[in-house]
């Protein structure tokens, strides 16, 4: 018994350090389908939680009054044969609990999976790679890992994978939802704050499953607009390097799970590195399969001026 209320302790104090907002609960919801997941889990929550402290405080009630107090281990007790009405109560009440757990659902329901209806939503697609997130603006803009978006307007998500199967999941504005390779999926959010949210691949899909985080940021639509009109094609090549090269490589190329790179003279050698980015070598998976000659040409520029020392220092 003390054990187990140490290891509960244990448990909500791990909790409590692990999250900001006070530990057990999910994070804030910030957009309009992440509120009602949000409320969909409040209503269930209440009712659980209610029978679990009614049936446990039962629980120790009974222990408590029916202890042995050195009766014989052989002393019948006295028999009972059926209640009628307790066994009407504990049917029908947890039938009307189950109704109404199953109308909040159902209710909740359609604003979670529809979009609302605005005027000109923003067409994001969203494409999971081993090992980072790739997105689409309408402009032809690309940005890695961060997704840039305009607060209070309507993104629709197009999911997609060019590899195996990721789950996109920013727990803040919505629910998961698979990159399945060969599928388009739709999503859609609607941030209700500036801000930057931040989420993580929820599918187990390969060595660096855990790497694979991605960010929503959230600013007003003149700082949307700047980013895609500018700063997402000069800030392109860092972004490439250091949300998909640097995992396996290291943030100055210096080495990690991948070789070092920083001495390579591959790195200056446009079209070899392009063959080895799009198809992969080794245990090299094909990051780069689906990237624009553009995208090539900024992590050329970007290698070139920041992560290649010269041939001649052997960085190890
Ligand atoms: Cu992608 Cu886990």
Request: glycine share 10%.
């Amino acid at each position: 018994m003390l054990l187990m209320f140490v290891a509960i302790a244990v448990l909500a104090t791990a909790a409590v350090a692990t999250a900001a907002n006070g530990g057990l609960a999910p994070s804030t919801p910030r957009s309009p389908n992440a509120i009602r997941t949000s409320d969909a889990y409040y209503v269930i929550l209440g009712f659980t939680g209610a029978i679990f402290i009614l049936v446990e405080s039962l629980l120790v009630a009974f222990i408590w009054k029916y202890r042995s107090r050195g009766r014989a281990r052989t002393t019948e007790g006295s028999q009972v044969h059926g209640h009628t009405r307790l066994e009407l109560i504990w049917t029908v009440i947890p039938v009307v609990i189950l109704c109404v757990i199953g109308l909040v659902v159902f209710y909740e329901l359609p604003g979670i999976s529809n979009a609302p209806a605005a005027a000109e939503p923003l067409h994001v697609t969203v494409e999971g790679h081993q090992f980072y997130w790739q997105f689409d603006y309408p402009n032809g803009a690309r940005s890695i890992n961060d997704l840039h978006a305009p607060v209070g307007q309507v993104v629709d998500l197009n999911v997609v994978s060019s590899d195996v199967v990721h789950s996109w999941w920013i727990p803040s504005l919505g629910g998961k939802i698979q990159a399945i390779p060969g599928r388009t999926n739709h999503f859609w959010f609607k941030a209700e704050k500036q801000g930057t949210y931040t989420g993580q691949c929820a599918e187990l899909c390969g060595l660096y499953h855990a790497k694979m985080e991605a960010r929503v940021l959230v600013g007003t639509s003149a700082q949307y607009t700047r980013f895609v009109t500018s700063t997402a094609k000069t800030d392109l090549g860092r972004a490439e390097f250091q949300g998909v090269c640097a995992t396996c490589h290291g943030m100055q190329g210096q080495g990690g799970y991948g070789p070092n790179l920083s001495s390579n003279p591959l790195l200056i050698q446009p079209a070899g590195l392009t063959a080895i980015v799009r198809n992969g070598r080794n245990r090299m998976p094909a990051v780069g399969d689906t990237w624009t000659k553009e995208q090539m040409q900024a992590l050329v520029q970007y290698v070139k001026a920041h992560i290649y020392k010269g041939t001649a220092t052997s960085g190890s």
